[in-house]
Structures are given as structure tokens and as C-alpha cells.
């Protein structure tokens, strides 16, 4: 079954940093553009960065351009965001997730993991 299993969340002061990881399991990881989306308390959904399937290519909020920077390990099955720069508007729970078809990109599936809690506070 497909498993998606986010850690690296925790409690970081503003201007602080963070990487958050994501190990993909149960299908061929390569074949899909990743995605970091969070939901910030009583906020919906929002997505925050995407990669190609072989990492060539990335796409950023505006708001964390510049900060965060999405990556992936496809022979580890590993997607990654290492945030720096971290700001209170950036507590939120984040997920990754995964297109919804292989190869081309798409759009993104709602997540169904846990997700990991970043909560940035003085």
C-alpha cells in the first residue's frame, strides 16, 4: 500500500531552521512530481512547493520563495524541504503528498498521512 511518513517538524524561534523529510513506500516514487502542502491552525489547505519526477524542476509559493527549498532522493524514496528563515506564519501541519497520475504533472492528491508539526514561536 502507499505510505507516506513525514518527520523533522518541531518547535524553532523566527529566523530558525528546519528540514523536513518524507520516505515514500508502496509505489515507483520516481514516477510522480512531489508535493509539500500544510494547513495552518483554522486555515485550509495550501500548497507550498512541487518537484519534477527526476528533481530538474521546482515550483514555490511566493511567500516561501527564497526560504524553502523542496528536494528528493529517488534512490532513497525520500522527499525533503529544508526551510530556513522560518516565520510565525509558517506554523502549520505539513504533508507531502504525490500527483495523482504518474509522468506529467498533474495535480496533487489530498493528503492521508499524519504529517509533521512545525510550529515556529518565540
Known amino acids: 500500500q502507499v505510505q507516506l511518513v513525514e518527520s523533522g517538524g518541531g518547535l524553532v524561534q523566527p529566523g530558525g531552521s528546519l528540514r523536513l523529510s518524507c520516505a515514500a513506500s508502496g509505489f515507483t516514487f520516481s514516477s510522480y512530481w512531489m508535493y509539500w502542502v500544510r494547513q495552518a491552525p483554522g486555515k485550509g489547505l495550501a500548497w507550498v512547493s512541487r518537484?519534477?519526477?527526476?528533481?530538474?524542476?521546482?515550483y514555490y509559493k511566493d511567500s516561501v520563495k527564497g526560504r524553502f527549498t523542496i528536494s528528493r532522493d529517488n534512490a532513497k524514496n525520500m522527499l525533503y524541504l529544508q526551510m530556513n528563515s522560518l516565520k510565525v506564519e509558517d506554523t502549520a501541519l505539513y504533508y507531502c503528498?504525490?500527483?495523482?497520475?504518474?509522468?506529467?504533472?498533474?495535480?496533487?492528491?489530498?493528503?492521508w498521512s499524519q504529517g509533521t508539526q512545525v510550529t515556529v514561536s518565540s
Open positions: 503528498t504525490r500527483d495523482r497520475l504518474a509522468g506529467p504533472r498533474s495535480t496533487y492528491l489530498p493528503p
Open positions: 518537484i519534477s519526477t527526476n528533481g530538474d524542476t521546482t
